[in-house]
């Protein structure tokens, strides 16, 4: 099956600078992949996504990439805001967005 | 309703005894997925519904998991003769369709504590 990793666990970054966090995934067949972003005590909420057919995504401060060929994603937060503190995650599906293998996440704390 | 429902939202329960945990999605949403999330990790799959079709149960971890869907709208997820390992926080999600990026909405969870 799908096996998702997801680098690093924890990331402390001061307010304004730039967050990177990387996952690789194993199954090729994997051809959707969404980043949720987890507040304390919530459900994850998708911040995210990109298709196999793209290479990258942008959303105002928040990016995606895609190397299909190596098989791994990232996203990328820029001009980072206090309130981007939480937990990320990856994960990779074979389409279907709710079934879907996930990372262990990514804390990320923004300092002001 | 406005999103994902869950209820209870924390359940403590002794062990060995039966607990039901209940997900109403959202209205007209056809698919509905159950998810585990351990303290500290990602989400573990476990069950999906679309539709009539079979639910998918290829992620429940024993024959103690089940799960029922009722209507095509509220789900149950049933765990017999629950064990300490069984604490975690349950997420119910629901989406329009199970195709191909279609965004799946997550609750806010049951916390269950196994003592």
């Known amino acids: 099956g799908e096996n998702v990793e997801q680098h690093p666990s924890t990331l402390s970054v001061q307010e304004g600078d730039s967050a990177v966090i990387k996952c690789t995934y194993s199954?090729?067949?994997?051809?959707?992949f969404p980043w949720y972003k987890q507040e304390l005590g919530k459900g994850p909420q998708l911040i995210i996504d990109?298709?196999?057919?793209?290479g990258e995504k942008k959303d105002q401060r928040i990016a995606v990439t895609l190397n299909k060929t190596a098989k791994h994603f990232s996203l990328h937060i820029t001009e980072t805001q206090p309130e981007d503190s939480a937990v990320y995650f990856c994960?990779?599906?074979?389409?279907?967005?709710?079934?879907?293998?996930f990372g262990d996440g990514t804390t990320l704390t923004v300092k002001p | 309703g406005a999103g994902v429902s869950q209820s209870p939202s924390n359940k403590v329960t002794e062990k060995g005894k039966d607990v039901e945990l209940r997900c109403d999605p959202i209205?007209?949403?056809?698919?509905l997925y159950w998810y585990r999330q351990s303290l500290g990790q990602g989400l573990e799959f476990l069950i999906y519904?679309?539709?009539?079709?079979?639910?998918?149960k290829s992620g429940l971890p024993s024959d103690r998991f089940s799960a029922e869907r009722t209507g095509g709208s509220v789900s149950t997820l049933t765990i017999q003769r629950t064990q300490q390992e069984d604490s975690a926080v349950y997420l119910c999600?629901?989406?329009?369709?199970?195709?191909?990026?279609?965004?799946?909405?997550f609750g806010q969870g049951t916390r269950l504590t196994v003592v």
């Open positions: 519904f679309q539709g009539n079709s079979a639910p998918d």
């Open positions: 199954d090729s067949a994997s051809n959707y």
């Open positions: 990109i298709r196999s057919n793209v």
């Open positions: 209205s007209g949403h056809t698919a």
């Open positions: 999600a629901s989406s329009s369709n199970a195709g191909q990026g279609t965004e799946a909405f």
């Open positions: 994960a990779a599906s074979r389409g279907n967005a709710g079934k879907s293998t």
